[in-house]
């Protein structure tokens, strides 16, 4: 089953890469447009061997993991705060789940005339749209606690402090990680739009500047660039997710 | 763990309270001169700037452009999304095919593509109501697939061992049995539409919403830039308890 399934995804994508190829030679699509396989990774090569590439990568990511940092280490610590306090959980959840609900990237303008078109912006926006998630499900995380597991752990007399670290926080962790994942996305999105949008380097401003020079090739030479993080990032989370659970279990 | 329940009205009194302290405390700061109203604005300016775009129709305006391109959009891929994931729940050639390009979907930071949208389709709506479609259609998709996937072995066998066609199982068995999950995505759907729809108009329209964000935000107006950001988040807030109702309706349906 599992050849199968292999085959039948390698064979489809081989069908579109194939087509993508020959339509423009075929003279059904403008290549202009829609570039061709061969022509990405040629110009992929080329763009991988400049400088320039080095220094966009190396703004992106530093953007990316500053920012991701900043959301775990204060998107979890109050999450698990809130799950664990109800009069603060009441006060602080409204104004949350309204920036949760709201499409997050709207703040980007406002953060761009707040801190300015720098990096500085790009960490802000990462920071905002992954710690949302974060901080939500770290917050259910300590909520969804099996309470016998509590009420076990204070009839042998532990303390508050010991009850936290030993019960809450293990148990919760699954979630934390969950939350962690969701916010990735987010923040890889978050990298790229903010850079798209106003920015002096980086990939997301390639993309922009190729996009507005009908540079297709370059263009998409950086989209799947892009993906390709994006895609190996959120596997490796969810690879680390599938073993806590399994060791939870 | 959530011991000692709050009851009645108290949570909500909170979530008011933190509210009313949160726009409070941001007056105070602008008027006592602490910060710049150039950078963070004032609430009653924000206030008096809904009013004016509102009596002046601007609002209306740029919330119909919005909410035009959110509804073709969306319809397009809630169609799009749940026939292509009832035909990959149901086939699983259709599934296998599917799988790597719903995945490079679902990973892939997906605006990256609106230059090549603004060369297929030009500058304005048609980019815009391209990328809410793509934001939205794989998480639909995704949901649909799982909810038919997750379907239980046992209810099918049942069916089947009472004489059940194909057709009755899809309608009877299958197709109830998947709504909640159908119905999740298509409520996670709506959430990524509309980052589509903003994110969108952020760069390359010409109105709505988004693009009033942008517009005010590039002439430093920040007033008028928060007082369209306030309206999103409304328009956000209101979408995601309405779907949240619904969805729970479904729900209970199912037991």
């Known amino acids: ?33 829609t570039s061709q396989p ?24 530093s953007e990316f993991a500053i920012g ?5 280490g204060i998107g979890v610590p109050l999450g698990l705060l809130l799950g664990r306090f109800a009069v603060l959980r009441h006060l602080l959840d409204p104004p949350i789940m309204a920036i949760y609900a709201t499409p997050h990237l709207a703040l980007l303008p406002i953060i761009i005339v707040w801190l300015g078109i720098g990096m500085a912006s790009k960490v802000a926006v990462v920071f905002v749209g992954a710690a949302i998630p974060i901080l939500v499900n770290s917050m259910a995380g300590v909520r969804g606690v099996e309470r016998s597991w509590l009420l076990a ?41 903010g850079e798209m949008y106003q920015s002096q380097a980086g990939v997301g401003n390639k993309i922009m500047r190729y996009g507005s020079e009908f540079r297709t090739d370059h263009l998409l030479f950086y989209v799947f660039l892009v993906s390709l993080f994006g895609f190996t990032a959120a596997s490796s989370v969810r690879a680390l997710e599938e073993k806590l659970w399994t060791t939870a279990k | 763990m959530d011991n000692g329940k709050m009851k009645g009205t108290k949570p909500v009194l909170l979530g008011i ?7 409070l405390v941001w007056e105070t700061m602008v008027r006592l001169g602490w910060v710049s109203p150039f950078f963070t604005s004032q609430p009653s300016a924000v206030a008096l700037s809904l009013s004016r775009a509102a009596r002046s129709g601007e609002l209306w305006h740029n919330f119909a452009v919005s909410l035009r391109e959110f509804a073709i959009g969306y319809g397009a891929s809630v169609v799009v999304g749940i026939l292509a994931g009832a035909l990959a729940g149901r086939f699983r050639i259709v599934e296998y095919a599917l ?29 815009v109501i391209a990328i809410t479609f793509l934001f939205s259609v ?5 949901n649909t697939l799982r909810g038919i996937q997750n379907v239980d072995r046992r209810l099918l066998r049942a069916a089947r061992s009472f004489g059940a066609t194909e057709r009755d199982l899809l ?11 159908v119905v999740a995505g298509l409520r996670l759907g709506v959430g990524r539409a509309l980052m589509g729809v903003v994110v969108g108009e952020l760069f390359g329209a010409t109105a709505g919403l988004g693009h009033s964000i942008s517009y005010y935000g590039a002439l430093l107006k920040t007033t008028d830039m928060i007082a369209s950001l306030v309206v999103v988040i409304v328009v956000g807030v209101l979408c995601t308890q309405g779907l949240s109702a619904v969805e729970a309706r479904f729900d209970s349906w199912r037991t």
């Open chain 2, 138 to 142: 794989t998480q639909i998709a995704v």
């Open chain 1, 1 to 33: 089953m599992l050849k199968n399934r292999v085959l039948v995804s390698t064979l489809s994508v081989i069908a579109f890469l194939a087509a993508w190829e020959i339509a423009p030679r075929a003279g059904l699509v403008d290549a202009l447009y």
């Open chain 1, 38 to 61: 061969s022509r990405v990774i040629v110009t992929g090569v080329e763009i991988i061997r400049t400088r320039e590439f080095l220094h966009d990568v190396y703004v992106s990511l």
């Open chain 2, 171 to 181: 309608w009877k068995v299958i197709l109830p049995a998947s709504v909640p999950m």
């Open chain 1, 153 to 193: 752990a204070r009839s042998f007399c532990a303390a508050e402090r010991q009850v936290f670290l030993k019960v809450i926080f293990p148990a919760s962790l699954p979630s934390v990680i969950l939350g962690i994942r969701l916010g990735l996305s987010r923040g890889v999105l978050g990298v790229v739009v």
């Open chain 2, 99 to 127: 799988d790597p390009f719903l995945w490079f979907l679902y990973s892939a930071p997906l605006i990256a593509f609106y230059p090549i949208f603004v060369l297929w389709f030009g500058l304005g709506a048609p980019t």
């Open chain 1, 68 to 72: 991701f940092a900043l959301a775990i």
């Open chain 2, 17 to 23: 309270a933190s509210f009313a302290a949160i726009l």
